[in-house]
């Protein structure tokens, strides 16, 4: 069973650095989401694609963070000049078209921001 | 005032018990309803999907979301230590794609 893979599945980094996260989804799901969670906090949407183009980037994606999914299968997220409130897990979960949104999760990379 | 409201607690109950968690929402746009578990470290796993009123049995879950009252609820039968995780509701509405989370709520099963 293919599920959505993330990695790494850990970063640890100094503030000010810049880090890239790679999720692969389902593979027949054509939508992809990101979404961020702290610590005992339920997960906030942050972006989601259709393919590959990205239709919808939450108010949480500030000017630092860029996601791509260029050939409408893999995605990456960039967080560039990290800050130490950037410090949570990042999911990532896919969907297919026609299942109205139910999304399948990957198992998540923890970033901690020194 | 968050769109979704869940109670964190932590909840401890012990083996055999039946669990019930529960959320409220604000958003009458909201048509599907989700219940994801979440083992510590590790991604939400989607347990029970609704889309608008009713009931929905999977073995030993049952989801029920009573959209004139904004409230939904999902209940564990003959619980297992297995069963201990955080739950989170989840949400969205027709032709939305983001998911909106309640806080989630750390359930404990005591052998």
């Known amino acids: 069973d293919t599920g959505v893979s993330q990695d790494p599945r850990h970063k640890i980094t100094k503030r000010g650095q810049n880090v890239t996260f790679r999720c692969d989804p389902i593979?027949?799901?054509?939508?992809l989401y990101w979404y961020r969670q702290t610590l005992g906090q339920g997960p906030e949407f942050l972006t989601y694609f259709q393919n590959e183009a990205q239709l919808e980037k939450s108010r949480l994606l500030s000017d630092r963070f860029s996601a791509e999914r260029p050939k409408g299968s893999f995605s990456t997220l960039e967080i560039q000049r990290t800050e130490q409130g950037d410090s949570a897990m990042y999911l990532c979960a896919s969907s297919y078209r026609t299942t109205n949104n139910e999304q399948f999760f990957g198992p998540g990379t923890r970033l901690t921001v020194l | 005032q968050k769109e979704v409201e869940q109670d964190p607690g932590p909840l401890s109950v012990p083996e055999g018990a039946i669990v019930s968690l529960n959320c409220t929402y604000s958003n009458s746009a909201f048509q599907y309803f989700m219940w994801y578990r979440q083992y510590s470290r590790k991604g939400p796993e989607l347990l029970m999907y609704t889309y608008s009123s009713g009931n929905k049995e999977d073995g030993r879950f049952t989801a029920q979301v009573d959209k004139s009252s904004k409230y939904i609820s999902l209940f564990i039968r003959d619980s297992q230590p297995s069963d201990s995780a955080t739950y989170l509701c989840?949400?969205?509405?027709?032709?939305?794609?983001?998911?909106?989370f309640g806080q989630g709520t750390r359930l404990t099963i005591n052998p």
């Open positions: 989840a949400m969205s509405g027709q032709g939305a794609q983001k998911l909106v």
């Open positions: 593979s027949e799901h054509n939508r």
